[in-house]
Protein backbone atom coordinates (compact mmCIF):
# COMPACT_ATOMS: atom_id res chain seq x y z
CA UNK A 1 0.00 0.00 0.00
CA UNK A 2 1.41 3.30 -0.89
CA UNK A 3 0.37 6.73 0.61
CA UNK A 4 0.60 10.32 -0.62
CA UNK A 5 0.30 13.18 1.12
CA UNK A 6 0.21 16.88 -0.23
CA UNK A 7 1.22 20.02 0.97
CA UNK A 8 1.59 23.45 0.03
CA UNK A 9 -1.18 24.63 -1.50
CA UNK A 10 -2.72 27.83 -0.50
CA UNK A 11 -4.16 31.80 -1.31
CA UNK A 12 -1.45 34.02 -3.20
CA UNK A 13 -1.77 36.80 -5.15
CA UNK A 14 -0.87 37.40 -8.65
CA UNK A 15 2.45 37.46 -9.93
CA UNK A 16 3.66 35.29 -6.24
CA UNK A 17 4.67 32.01 -5.46
CA UNK A 18 3.72 28.67 -4.27
CA UNK A 19 6.02 25.27 -4.11
CA UNK A 20 3.76 21.87 -3.56
CA UNK A 21 4.88 18.98 -2.34
CA UNK A 22 3.95 15.22 -2.42
CA UNK A 23 5.34 12.80 -0.33
CA UNK A 24 4.90 9.32 -1.36
CA UNK A 25 5.30 6.66 1.44
CA UNK A 26 4.74 2.65 2.11
CA UNK A 27 5.72 -0.07 0.05
CA UNK A 28 7.87 1.15 -2.83
CA UNK A 29 10.77 -0.15 -5.10
CA UNK A 30 10.73 2.06 -7.65
CA UNK A 31 8.64 4.79 -9.21
CA UNK A 32 8.66 5.93 -12.88
CA UNK A 33 6.96 8.92 -13.28
CA UNK A 34 6.23 11.40 -10.60
CA UNK A 35 4.35 14.76 -11.45
CA UNK A 36 1.31 16.87 -11.42
CA UNK A 37 -2.27 17.31 -12.80
CA UNK A 38 -4.48 19.91 -11.79
CA UNK A 39 -8.48 20.70 -12.38
CA UNK A 40 -10.03 24.00 -12.52
CA UNK A 41 -13.74 24.38 -11.47
CA UNK A 42 -16.51 23.03 -14.61
CA UNK A 43 -12.95 22.12 -16.22
CA UNK A 44 -10.99 18.58 -16.98
CA UNK A 45 -7.90 17.61 -15.09
CA UNK A 46 -5.17 18.21 -16.59
CA UNK A 47 -1.18 17.72 -16.92
CA UNK A 48 0.82 20.30 -15.31
CA UNK A 49 4.63 19.10 -15.41
CA UNK A 50 5.83 15.36 -14.88
CA UNK A 51 9.21 14.07 -14.21
CA UNK A 52 10.61 10.62 -15.59
CA UNK A 53 13.04 8.16 -14.02
CA UNK A 54 15.26 9.32 -16.41
CA UNK A 55 15.38 12.84 -15.28
CA UNK A 56 12.99 14.18 -18.43
CA UNK A 57 10.38 16.53 -17.70
CA UNK A 58 7.08 17.60 -19.53
CA UNK A 59 5.41 20.75 -18.95
CA UNK A 60 1.78 21.98 -20.21
CA UNK A 61 2.56 25.02 -22.60
CA UNK A 62 1.12 26.88 -20.58
CA UNK A 63 3.50 27.08 -16.94
CA UNK A 64 6.58 26.24 -19.43
CA UNK A 65 9.20 29.14 -17.77
CA UNK A 66 6.97 29.54 -14.84
CA UNK A 67 6.82 25.96 -13.38
CA UNK A 68 9.53 24.09 -12.61
CA UNK A 69 9.20 19.83 -11.44
CA UNK A 70 12.03 18.07 -9.88
CA UNK A 71 11.93 15.06 -7.41
CA UNK A 72 13.83 13.71 -5.09
CA UNK A 73 14.00 9.61 -5.18
CA UNK A 74 15.76 8.73 -1.57
CA UNK A 75 12.41 10.73 -0.21
CA UNK A 76 10.11 9.27 -2.92
CA UNK A 77 9.03 13.36 -3.08
CA UNK A 78 7.94 15.44 -5.89
CA UNK A 79 7.64 19.12 -5.81
CA UNK A 80 6.24 21.71 -8.05
CA UNK A 81 7.82 25.45 -7.57
CA UNK A 82 5.27 27.64 -9.37
CA UNK A 83 6.38 31.31 -9.92
CA UNK A 84 4.32 34.21 -12.04
CA UNK A 85 0.88 32.80 -10.67
CA UNK A 86 -1.75 34.13 -12.02
CA UNK A 87 -5.69 33.62 -11.67
CA UNK A 88 -5.84 31.67 -14.36
CA UNK A 89 -3.87 29.07 -12.17
CA UNK A 90 -6.21 28.78 -9.87
CA UNK A 91 -6.91 25.22 -9.48
CA UNK A 92 -7.03 21.94 -7.32
CA UNK A 93 -3.92 20.14 -7.82
CA UNK A 94 -2.86 16.18 -7.70
CA UNK A 95 0.09 14.63 -7.44
CA UNK A 96 0.59 11.45 -9.59
CA UNK A 97 2.84 8.46 -9.09
CA UNK A 98 2.78 6.48 -12.61
CA UNK A 99 4.22 3.37 -12.80
CA UNK A 100 5.50 2.00 -9.20
CA UNK A 101 7.00 -1.25 -8.96
CA UNK A 102 6.20 -1.73 -5.29
CA UNK A 103 8.85 -4.52 -4.90
CA UNK A 104 12.06 -5.78 -6.29
CA UNK A 105 9.73 -9.02 -7.55
CA UNK A 106 6.55 -8.09 -8.14
CA UNK A 107 6.26 -6.61 -11.93
CA UNK A 108 3.43 -4.96 -11.81
CA UNK A 109 3.21 -1.19 -12.07
CA UNK A 110 0.81 0.97 -10.18
CA UNK A 111 -0.84 4.41 -10.47
CA UNK A 112 -1.46 6.32 -7.22
CA UNK A 113 -3.37 9.99 -6.72
CA UNK A 114 -2.68 12.33 -4.25
CA UNK A 115 -5.65 13.59 -2.28
CA UNK A 116 -5.30 17.12 -4.09
CA UNK A 117 -4.43 20.70 -3.16
CA UNK A 118 -5.92 24.20 -3.90
CA UNK A 119 -3.99 26.69 -5.13
CA UNK A 120 -5.99 29.59 -5.57
CA UNK A 121 -4.13 33.05 -6.92
CA UNK A 122 -6.53 36.33 -6.78
CA UNK A 123 -5.95 39.57 -9.24
Known amino acids: QVQLVESGGGLVQAGGSLRLSCAAS????????MGWYRQAPGKQRELVAV???????NYAESVKGRFTVSRDNTKNTVYLQMNSLSPEDTAVYYC?????????????????WGQGTQVTVSA
Open 96 to 112: LLGGVQTSSIDRQLYNY
Open 26 to 33: GSIFRINI
Open 51 to 57: STSASNT
